[in-house]
């Protein structure tokens, strides 16, 4: 059954996607002056309203895994979406990633359902060139494998020792840039690490803090982008 998100406001050009609708509504109130409700289907909230500079911006609640997110990002394009950004966390593993470490994905590995069915049988999914060379140095650049499941409900992760190239794994990264290359629409992925191999992770404050440097900083580039002139 399709999901249509029935718009209360237009989105805004620029989109920033997150999975908590909780974090989305803190985010929304960080990077925009005055966000109103744009979306609220299925509790997956929306919201859109203009920088301090400006720039018209959306941010928007995706859920939990490419299925969820997948028909948000069609429905949003449709109303007229035409930038994504995913601001996301990811899981350690390579034990020498830290716990709060941003990743700026350079490519995720297509280990998941909706990935494999929307990237044409690619083994890779690759972000826009040029979101991704905007976002240089907004983090560690990285490889990322997107799964199903998260690590500790899928009995098949112990087993898979041989994860190539990938430093962690997410849920959706694959098939959101998957699906916005089907769809040409420019995405790119910015990861924060919530747990190292160790089980380490932030504390609730500190990965908001994360999450709101992430996110001014994922604006200034793409205000950066859609306004030459702008420095900084």
Same mark, same amino acid.
């Given at each position: 059954?399709?999901?249509?998100?029935?718009? @209360?406001?237009?989105?805004?050009?620029?989109? @920033?996607?997150?999975? $908590?609708?909780?974090?989305?509504?803190? +985010?929304? %109130?960080?990077?925009?002056?005055?966000?109103?409700?744009?979306? %609220?289907?299925?509790g997956l909230w929306g919201y859109s309203g203009?920088?301090?500079?400006?720039?018209?911006? !959306?941010?928007?609640?995706?859920?939990?895994?490419?299925?969820?997110?997948?028909?948000? @990002? =069609?429905?949003?394009?449709? %109303?007229?979406?035409?930038?994504?950004?995913?601001?996301? !966390?990811?899981?350690? &593993?390579?034990?020498?990633?830290?716990?709060?470490?941003?990743? #700026?994905?350079?490519?995720?590995?297509?280990? $998941?359902?909706?990935?494999?069915? +929307?990237?044409?049988?690619?083994?890779?999914?690759?972000? $826009?060139? =040029?979101?991704?060379?905007?976002?240089?140095?907004?983090?560690?650049?990285? !490889?990322?494998?997107?799964?199903?499941?998260?690590?500790?409900? $899928?009995?098949?992760?112990?087993?898979?020792?041989?994860?190539?190239?990938?430093?962690?794994?997410?849920?959706? !990264?694959?098939?959101? +840039?998957?699906?916005?290359?089907? +769809?040409?629409?420019?995405?790119?992925?910015?990861? @924060?690490?919530?747990?190292? &191999?160790? =089980?380490?992770?932030?504390?609730?404050?500190?990965?908001?803090?994360?999450?709101?440097?992430?996110?001014?900083?994922? #604006?200034?580039?793409?205000?950066?982008?859609?306004?030459?002139?702008?420095? =900084?």
């Amino acid at each position: 059954m399709p999901v249509k998100m029935n718009p @209360i406001e237009p989105p805004a050009a620029d989109a @920033i996607l997150v999975g $908590d609708p909780r974090r989305a509504f803190a +985010l929304a %109130q960080e990077l925009t002056v005055q966000p109103k409700m744009s979306h %609220q289907a299925r509790g997956l909230w929306g919201y859109s309203g203009v920088s301090p500079d400006g720039m018209p911006l !959306t941010v928007q609640s995706t859920g939990s895994g490419g299925p969820s997110a997948v028909p948000v @990002i =069609g429905d949003l394009v449709e %109303q007229g979406v035409s930038r994504v950004v995913r601001l996301g !966390t990811c899981l350690a &593993i390579d034990p020498s990633l830290r716990a709060g470490t941003v990743l #700026l994905v350079e490519r995720a590995v297509v280990d $998941d359902g909706a990935g494999r069915a +929307l990237s044409g049988g690619d083994d890779f999914t690759r972000p $826009d060139a =040029g979101l991704l060379g905007a976002f240089e140095g907004l983090g560690r650049s990285a !490889t990322v494998a997107s799964h199903d499941l998260v690590s500790r409900y $899928d009995p098949e992760a112990s087993e898979r020792p041989d994860t190539g190239p990938a430093i962690a794994r997410d849920l959706q !990264t694959a098939a959101t +840039l998957a699906f916005c290359r089907r +769809l040409g629409v420019p995405a790119a992925a910015l990861l @924060i690490v919530a747990e190292d &191999i160790s =089980g380490d992770r932030p504390g609730e404050e500190e990965l908001w803090e994360l999450f709101r440097a992430a996110g001014k900083a994922a #604006l200034s580039r793409l205000n950066r982008l859609s306004n030459p002139q702008v420095k =900084g």
